[in-house]
């Protein structure tokens, strides 16, 4: 893709995109700079990739049921936005929006195209590792979340998640999750260190609140 078109879309989505911190202008950047890496090596076509990251979450619904129309909507603004730039290749705008349409997570969709993979792939990579923790309590208070976990079973081991409940719930109904879900060999090989990140974030909450536990049965 060219320079001068990526860098119209960035000062685009920079004035428009103002939403909560896990879907801001950051994670947009991240997801173009992780999709541009997979992209690369599984030889997918940066100048549907590109715009495709860019405009993933262009369009959030704060607390509403609307939040199912995020994707089809941010894929519209995209397929507008593009039209207006003369220099960009419109036979490429329809596969655009389609990668936009099918990147959400919780619909489980499996894409027909590389570059879809390649989008949801690098939105996925923003759910594991040291910046889905970021993300995860980031967006806790604006979703009215009750408590950071349920203090009677914190690691959902005798009951299901409840993530509109408990932060740390999201770690177990999707975070811990994503890895298995990935389609190209790149994110697959991305993902590994970030999944042991996890791993050990819990492993340390875990001891931190056993250290807390032994402490209130000697008072």
Known sequence: MEDSIKDQLI???KKRINNDLS??????????????????????????VI????????????????YRKEHEESAKLAEEVLLTIPEYPKEKIREVAYAISVCSYSKGIVPRTIEAKVLQDADMLESTGAISIMRTFGSSMPMHVKAFYNMKDPFCERREPKPMKYSLDLFYQRLMRVSKRMHTKSAKRL?????????VFINEFRQELEETNKYLKKQ
């Open 51 to 66: 715009p495709a990251a860019l405009f993933h979450d262009s369009v959030v619904y704060k607390g509403t049921d609307n």
């Open 11 to 13: 000062a685009f989505l």
């Open 23 to 48: 879907h801001d202008f950051g994670h947009a950047y991240r997801v173009m700079g992780l999709a541009v890496k997979i992209a690369r090596e599984e030889r997918a076509d940066l100048d549907i």
């Open 191 to 199: 993902t590994k260190h970030r999944d042991e990140f996890l791993k």
